[in-house]
Protein backbone atom coordinates (compact mmCIF):
# COMPACT_ATOMS: atom_id res chain seq x y z
CA UNK A 1 0.00 0.00 0.00
CA UNK A 2 1.28 3.01 -1.25
CA UNK A 3 -0.68 6.87 -0.11
CA UNK A 4 0.99 10.27 -1.67
CA UNK A 5 -0.55 13.02 -0.65
CA UNK A 6 -0.57 16.50 -2.76
CA UNK A 7 -2.11 19.56 -2.70
CA UNK A 8 -0.57 21.90 0.30
CA UNK A 9 0.60 24.73 0.16
CA UNK A 10 0.49 28.47 1.57
CA UNK A 11 -3.09 30.47 2.16
CA UNK A 12 -4.33 33.16 3.17
CA UNK A 13 -7.03 33.13 5.79
CA UNK A 14 -10.46 32.45 4.71
CA UNK A 15 -8.91 30.94 1.59
CA UNK A 16 -9.37 27.25 0.53
CA UNK A 17 -7.22 24.40 -0.78
CA UNK A 18 -8.02 21.23 -1.72
CA UNK A 19 -5.93 18.00 -0.63
CA UNK A 20 -5.37 14.76 -2.66
CA UNK A 21 -4.52 11.25 -1.84
CA UNK A 22 -3.38 8.93 -4.19
CA UNK A 23 -3.61 5.34 -3.58
CA UNK A 24 -1.63 2.63 -4.83
CA UNK A 25 -3.44 -0.49 -3.70
CA UNK A 26 -5.75 -2.75 -4.50
CA UNK A 27 -9.89 -2.49 -3.44
CA UNK A 28 -9.51 1.30 -2.26
CA UNK A 29 -13.23 0.79 -2.66
CA UNK A 30 -13.39 -1.15 0.03
CA UNK A 31 -11.27 0.56 3.11
CA UNK A 32 -12.16 3.59 5.05
CA UNK A 33 -9.77 6.35 4.50
CA UNK A 34 -9.14 9.14 6.30
CA UNK A 35 -6.98 12.50 6.61
CA UNK A 36 -4.93 13.04 10.12
CA UNK A 37 -3.17 16.22 10.98
CA UNK A 38 -0.10 17.52 13.15
CA UNK A 39 0.92 20.87 14.39
CA UNK A 40 4.17 21.31 15.33
CA UNK A 41 4.36 20.52 18.80
CA UNK A 42 1.22 18.94 18.70
CA UNK A 43 -0.27 15.06 18.65
CA UNK A 44 -1.37 14.02 15.30
CA UNK A 45 -5.36 14.55 15.25
CA UNK A 46 -8.12 13.35 13.38
CA UNK A 47 -9.56 15.91 10.62
CA UNK A 48 -11.72 13.32 8.43
CA UNK A 49 -12.86 9.97 7.46
CA UNK A 50 -14.74 8.26 4.77
CA UNK A 51 -16.06 4.92 4.56
CA UNK A 52 -16.46 2.95 1.54
CA UNK A 53 -19.99 3.36 2.12
CA UNK A 54 -19.64 7.48 1.90
CA UNK A 55 -20.20 7.57 5.21
CA UNK A 56 -18.55 10.56 6.84
CA UNK A 57 -17.01 11.58 9.91
CA UNK A 58 -15.55 15.55 10.98
CA UNK A 59 -13.38 16.56 14.03
CA UNK A 60 -15.78 19.36 15.71
CA UNK A 61 -12.86 21.98 14.81
CA UNK A 62 -13.70 21.23 10.90
CA UNK A 63 -17.01 21.08 10.65
CA UNK A 64 -18.72 22.65 7.96
CA UNK A 65 -15.22 23.94 6.67
CA UNK A 66 -14.00 21.01 4.68
CA UNK A 67 -15.39 17.92 3.07
CA UNK A 68 -14.06 14.60 2.71
CA UNK A 69 -14.73 12.59 -0.80
CA UNK A 70 -13.63 9.85 -2.12
CA UNK A 71 -13.42 8.81 -6.21
CA UNK A 72 -12.70 4.84 -6.19
CA UNK A 73 -12.26 5.07 -9.86
CA UNK A 74 -9.19 6.83 -9.55
CA UNK A 75 -8.18 5.61 -6.33
CA UNK A 76 -8.06 8.83 -4.99
CA UNK A 77 -9.60 10.73 -1.52
CA UNK A 78 -9.98 14.43 -1.43
CA UNK A 79 -9.97 16.65 1.72
CA UNK A 80 -11.63 20.48 0.18
CA UNK A 81 -11.17 22.92 2.90
CA UNK A 82 -12.66 26.04 2.88
CA UNK A 83 -12.47 29.57 5.19
CA UNK A 84 -9.08 28.13 6.25
CA UNK A 85 -7.74 29.46 10.07
CA UNK A 86 -3.86 29.95 11.07
CA UNK A 87 -4.87 26.70 13.63
CA UNK A 88 -5.36 24.96 10.52
CA UNK A 89 -1.70 25.17 9.63
CA UNK A 90 -0.75 21.67 10.16
CA UNK A 91 1.20 18.55 8.33
CA UNK A 92 -1.83 16.69 6.56
CA UNK A 93 -1.66 12.94 6.35
CA UNK A 94 -3.94 10.64 4.62
CA UNK A 95 -4.22 7.07 5.86
CA UNK A 96 -6.35 4.11 4.63
CA UNK A 97 -7.55 1.46 7.20
CA UNK A 98 -7.28 -2.21 6.34
CA UNK A 99 -8.75 -5.04 8.85
CA UNK A 100 -6.97 -3.19 12.02
CA UNK A 101 -4.12 -2.03 10.52
CA UNK A 102 -3.62 1.57 9.10
CA UNK A 103 -1.19 2.69 6.74
CA UNK A 104 0.12 6.31 6.34
CA UNK A 105 1.34 8.47 3.84
CA UNK A 106 3.63 11.25 3.74
CA UNK A 107 2.33 14.51 4.85
CA UNK A 108 1.72 18.01 2.80
CA UNK A 109 2.12 21.14 5.19
CA UNK A 110 -0.73 23.43 4.92
CA UNK A 111 0.03 26.36 6.44
CA UNK A 112 -2.58 29.56 6.57
CA UNK A 113 -1.41 32.83 7.22
CA UNK A 114 -3.58 35.38 9.16
Known amino acids: VQLQASGGGLVQAGGSLRLSCAAS????????MGWYRQAPGKQRELVATITSGGITNYADSVKGRFTISRDNAKNTGYLQMNSLKSEDTAVYFC?????????WGEGTQVTVSS
Open 25 to 32: MNNFRLVV
Open 95 to 103: TVKIGVLNY
